[in-house]
C-alpha cells in the first residue's frame, strides 16, 4: 500500500469504530421486555399459520 492509502484506510476505520461506539444505545428493561413479547407473538402467529403482522396493528397489544 501507498501512503496515501494507509492513511485512507486509517481514517475509515476510525471512522468505522468512532460510528459503531455513537449507534449503541443501551435498552431499559421493559422496552427489552416489550421487544420479547412481540417476538413471541410473531412465532407464534407464523406457526399457527396466521399473517404477520396483523393488517389491524392495533391488534398487537403489549401489557
Known amino acids: 500500500m501507498t501512503k496515501d492509502q494507509t492513511k485512507v484506510s ?3 476505520t476510525e471512522i468505522g469504530r468512532r460510528g459503531g461506539r455513537a449507534s ?10 416489550q421487544m420479547v413479547a412481540i417476538r413471541e407473538m410473531k412465532r407464534a402467529a407464523i406457526k399457527a399459520g396466521m399473517r404477520w403482522p396483523p393488517r389491524d396493528q392495533r391488534l398487537v397489544k403489549l401489557s
Open 10 to 12: 486509517e481514517y475509515l
Open 24 to 33: 449503541r444505545r443501551e435498552l431499559t428493561k421493559s422496552h427489552a421486555r
